[in-house]
Nanobody, 122 residues
Framework: QVRLVESGGGLVQAGGSLRLSCAAS????????MGWFRQAQGKEREFVAL????????YYADSVKGRCTISRDNAKNTVYLQMNSLKPEDTALYYC???????????????WGQGTQVTVSS
C-alpha cells in the first residue's frame, strides 16, 4: 500500500510560483509512474503532469506546458511540481497519484494523496 502526502500549496498572486511536493511511503517508489492532477471546484479532475519511473520522461497538459515542471528524487521518494507564471485558472486542489502503468487518465491510478490547495489571486 502506497501512501502519498502532498504539501506546498497556498495562496499566491497571479504571475507567482509555487513548488508542490509529494512524499511517498509504503512501496518501492521506483516501481511507480507519478502523476499530478487537479480539480477545481465544480469541475472534473484533470491531468496536469506525469513522470516515468526514472524521471527521464515527462508529459504535460497543454494548459500548463511551459509553465510547470515535474521532477522526482528517487532517493527521497518524492515527486515535485514546480509551477511558474501562475494564473487564476490554475486555482484547484492538486493531487499526486501513483501507478505502475498509468498515463493521462485519473482512472488508471491506484494510489492518491489527499490533495493540497493552490489558490491564485488576480
Amino acid at each position: 500500500q502506497v501512501r502519498l502526502v502532498e504539501s506546498g500549496g497556498g495562496l499566491v498572486q497571479a504571475g507567482g510560483s509555487l513548488r508542490l511536493s509529494c512524499a511517498a511511503s509504503g512501496g518501492t517508489f521506483t516501481m511507480y509512474r507519478m502523476g499530478w492532477f487537479r480539480q477545481a471546484q465544480g469541475k472534473e479532475r484533470e491531468f496536469v503532469a506525469l513522470i516515468d519511473r526514472s524521471g527521464g520522461t515527462t508529459y504535460y497538459a497543454d494548459s500548463v506546458k511551459g509553465r510547470c515542471t515535474i521532477s522526482r528524487d528517487n532517493a527521497k521518494n518524492t515527486v515535485y511540481l514546480q509551477m511558474n507564471s501562475l494564473k487564476p485558472e490554475d486555482t484547484a486542489l492538486y493531487y499526486c497519484a501513483a501507478d505502475r502503468m498509468a498515463t493521462y487518465s485519473y482512472s488508471d491510478y491506484d494510489y492518491w494523496g489527499q490533495g493540497t490547495q493552490v489558490t491564485v489571486s488576480s
